[in-house]
């Protein structure tokens, strides 16, 4: 009995489940559809849900493309502040080459590094520990607060003196996108006039125009005998990335000591047909260095994939290029002319 009238209270509880489960098809009626698939947001990267933590293949990938040994000793103990604050378009790459410039210090023994995502830590008090100030594709007007005039004029005067009073800022691919056009008031404009002509002239440039990644381009060696391309070993290589093209009138080798740059002859028609308005003197360049005051700038074009970071001869330019600009690996930075360079 008791089993028997369990079977019954059973059938009494479930049949309304099932019934509601399976609803009766209507005649004529095309069948129930499964819901359609939310794309799910990433969960790492700088575009993703935890914009400020890489994705691990991308870490494991770099970590083991690390060069094993700094090229120059350091002076004394080094240390690097990355800020990694997107004003504008944010990279996927930030938080990789955060994680990069903290892995070649520590591996190499030649810096250490901790990255801010604040651009309140750009003060002269903050600054006075550091050595040197890592742009990580810093878009946009990045040390600005609109509301508080007085804070964006202070930060912008420690950000200037910093280098001019001896030390070091290098910048990676959107380093160079950053106040431009009309950014400061609508961050995803770009070319145009520069807003901020003294941070424009130190980082040697501003963005105008990319091809898309992945392009491919042949990167020359302008300067082989700098300690900065050693690893190149004054051959050419091709690399596919977004690749920057500076505006006309922000970017010139009286500014700057040219490393790298593409090597526009072997570039297709199809590819150079894409870039409106080119640069009169086909002067593509890609990394340069540069003395401001008494400090040293050291900048490099690409870095927008994560690829990059996984590339062992870049690691060990943005490497090298770090200490230049520290001041502990020394290099030939007078700017060579135009004409010097045969770019007529
Ligand atoms: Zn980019």
Redesign the pocket.
């Known amino acids: 009995m008791r089993s028997r009238f369990a079977v019954f209270v059973l059938a009494l509880t479930v049949t309304p489940l099932l019934a509601h489960q399976l609803p009766v098809q209507p005649p004529g009626q095309p069948p129930p559809q499964p819901p359609a698939q939310v794309p799910t947001q990433p969960t790492c990267g700088g575009r993703s849900s935890n914009p400020r933590t890489a994705c691990q293949p991308d870490v494991d990938r770099m970590m083991a493309a690390l060069p094993e040994k700094a090229p120059a000793k350091p002076q004394k103990p080094r240390k690097v502040l990355v800020l990694a604050r997107a004003a504008g378009y944010v990279?996927s790459s930030i938080p990789l080459a955060a994680k990069t410039i903290e892995a070649l210090g520590t591996k190499t023994g030649a810096w250490t590094a901790t990255t801010t995502y604040d651009a309140a830590d750009i003060n002269t008090e903050n600054l006075r520990q550091y050595d040197l100030v890592f742009l990580d594709n810093t878009t946009g007007c990045f040390l600005d607060d609109p509301n508080d005039a007085q804070a964006t004029a202070s930060r912008r005067a420690a950000l200037l003196a910093f280098i001019r009073g001896g030390k070091g800022i290098a910048g990676i691919?959107?380093a160079s996108d950053s106040y431009h056009g009309n950014q400061c008031a609508s961050p995803m404009a770009s070319a145009g006039d520069p807003l901020w002509p003294e941070f424009n002239k130190m980082i040697g440039g501003y963005f105008k125009f990319?091809w898309n990644n992945p392009q491919l381009v042949t990167v020359k060696i302008d300067d082989p005998k700098s300690p900065l391309t050693a690893m190149f070993h004054g051959a050419e290589f091709d690399i596919h990335d977004?690749t920057y093209v500076f505006a006309n009138n922000s970017f010139s080798r009286d500014n700057v000591r040219v490393l790298t740059s593409v090597n526009y002859d072997k570039m297709s028609d199809a590819d150079k047909a894409k870039e409106r308005d080119p640069r009169p003197d086909h002067d593509y360049a890609l990394s340069w260095i540069r003395r401001e005051g008494n400090g040293r700038l050291f900048y490099e074009a690409h870095g927008?994939d994560e690829s990059i970071y996984a590339n062992r001869a870049m690691l060990e330019h943005l490497l090298a290029g770090i200490q230049y600009a520290l001041g502990d690996l020394k290099a030939d930075d007078t700017p060579y002319s135009s004409a010097m360079n045969g770019y007529l």
Request: aromatic share 0%.
């Open positions: 990279h691919h959107a990319h977004e927008h």
